[in-house]
């Protein structure tokens, strides 16, 4: 409790007094916590080591605590989920550290993390008889540019069929609490019984995520 409230240097010592009262002694115990609080510490930096790739942007605003805030154990450790939960880095992800930043007792934060391979590519080809050649092409990167935003393309082609889907998700709209995403999509079929002919689809999608107001956990969502 009063390491979330920044006193992470305060002083608690328990102190117990045996006595004996009343005509038969009873023996009882007498407790007393005798408290030092000291000043609340000030943090003073929070540092990020280790990301070569994502931006330190984009970690950051995964932060519950900031410089000039005051020290609070409870937000130090949901910055470090919302770190490792990102799924850029490596899931041993050591426990931030602190050291002391001056003679008033202010500290600074340090959180280390290190880069794992993220997104992915898969494609493929086919040869079929009466079909002819036919494949399919797809990428999807979680963390494009390193800046946390999400991209994907999914392609699936052929004699008969022409399948297009583009999709893009920026998490903070130029560094807003809004987050967008647009998606696009092409789809052609062909119908080779009695060739009555083809389909043609094409459409897209925005989204778009707002904040509701005193909570950085629940969004509205609005999309069209």
């Not at 790739?53 to 949901?78: A, H, K, M, S, Y």
Request: glycine share 10%; hydrophobic share 35%; aromatic share 12%.
């Amino acid at each position: 409790a009063y390491a979330n409230e920044g006193y992470i240097y305060a002083s608690i010592q328990p102190v117990v007094e045996r006595r004996r009262v009343g005509a038969d002694s009873t023996p009882v115990v007498d407790l007393r916590w005798e408290i030092d609080e000291k000043t609340p510490a000030i943090v003073n930096r929070v540092d990020i080591v280790g990301n070569d790739v994502t931006t330190e942007t984009c970690i950051r605003d995964q932060l519950f605590i900031l410089p000039g805030d005051v020290f609070n154990q409870q937000r130090l450790i949901d910055s470090y989920r919302n770190i490792a939960n990102l799924g850029f880095f490596e899931q041993d992800m050591p426990p931030p550290d602190t050291r002391q930043a001056n003679e008033n007792g202010d500290i600074d934060l340090i959180f280390h993390v290190k880069e794992k391979r993220t997104g992915n590519v898969n494609f493929g080809a086919s040869v079929g008889q009466g079909t002819g050649v036919g494949g399919f092409l797809g990428f999807d990167q979680p963390n494009l540019f390193g800046e946390c935003k999400r991209g994907s393309l999914q392609w699936q082609f052929g004699r008969y069929i022409s399948d297009f889907s583009l999709s893009y998700t920026d998490p903070r709209i130029k560094q807003s609490n809004v987050s967008g995403t647009i998606s696009l999509y092409n789809q052609r079929s062909r119908f080779i019984i009695r060739d009555i002919g083809q389909s043609n689809t094409k459409g897209g999608q925005l989204q778009f995520g707002l904040p509701l107001p005193n909570s950085r956990f629940t969004r509205l969502f609005v999309s069209y």
